[in-house]
């Protein structure tokens, strides 16, 4: 059974900076794409950044130059280092994997971390 465990989202002021770790696990057979998606209250699930297992990126432009996305293939992590965090980036930060397992392939969620910028 694929699990994704994410850790690292809690509370910072506007202008600090937090490491998001998602880690995934089980009978993983191989991971393609993997990523970061947030959704705010009363808002849609949005991409916020994604990474291809050759290391391609892919930001929104709302996170552009402030966060960056890295993966560990060794490790099957994948990280979100966030800076210069603004209050409209408050939400639950879901990481989520497309992979390949022994029993079936597809994407992946994890279980979400909530980040909270606020002075």
């Known amino acids: 059974q694929v699990q994704l465990v994410e850790s690292g989202g809690g509370l910072v002021q506007p202008g600090g900076s937090l490491r998001l770790s998602c880690v995934a696990s089980?009978?993983?057979?191989?991971?393609?794409?993997m990523g970061w998606y947030r959704q705010a209250p009363g808002k849609e699930r949005e991409l916020v950044a994604a990474i291809t297992a050759g290391m391609s990126t892919n930001y929104a432009d709302s996170v552009k130059g402030r966060f960056t996305i890295s993966r560990d293939n060794t490790k099957n992590m994948v990280y979100l280092q966030m800076n210069s965090l603004k209050p409209e980036d408050t939400a639950v930060y879901y990481c989520?994997?497309?992979?390949?397992?022994?029993?079936?392939?597809?994407?992946?969620w994890g279980q979400g971390t909530q980040v909270t910028v606020s002075s």
């Open positions: 089980g009978n993983i057979l191989s991971i393609y794409t």
């Open positions: 989520c994997a497309d992979l390949i397992s022994s029993s079936r392939g597809g994407r992946f």
